[in-house]
């Protein structure tokens, strides 16, 4: 059993910074990418950032210089510090991973049950 727990989520004030976490816990035997998502009501799921286990970054557009991805290997955990927050960052933040299970023959991605972030004007 693999389960991804998402933490930090909150409100906060237009150009505010929160920093949000997630851990991977399980039967895992490696992890590939992990990254974040969030979804807007009303709107699709869209990518924020994600991260290879080497190290390589990628950003969405709305997010590049506010936003940084991190991750800590040893502790199977993924990082987002968001700072100079928008109200149009307001949303459900996802974490997922790609990884593979001690149970499973290949990489599947896993996904959390989200945090809310709500900034307001």
């Known amino acids: 059993q693999v389960q991804l727990v998402e933490s930090g989520g909150g409100l906060v004030q237009a150009g505010g910074s929160l920093r949000l976490s997630c851990v991977a816990s399980g039967s895992i035997d490696s992890i590939n990418a992990m990254g974040w998502y969030r979804q807007a009501v009303g709107k699709q799921r869209e990518l924020v950032a994600s991260i290879i286990s080497g190290g390589s970054t990628n950003y969405a557009d709305s997010v590049k210089g506010r936003f940084t991805i991190s991750r800590d290997n040893a502790k199977n955990t993924v990082y987002l510090q968001m700072n100079s927050l928008k109200p149009e960052d307001t949303a459900v933040y996802y974490c997922?991973?790609?990884?593979?299970?001690?149970?499973?023959?290949?990489?599947?991605?896993?996904w959390g049950k989200g945090t809310l972030v709500t900034v307001s004007v």
């Open positions: 997922n991973a790609d990884l593979k299970s001690t149970y499973s023959h290949g990489t599947f991605r896993y």
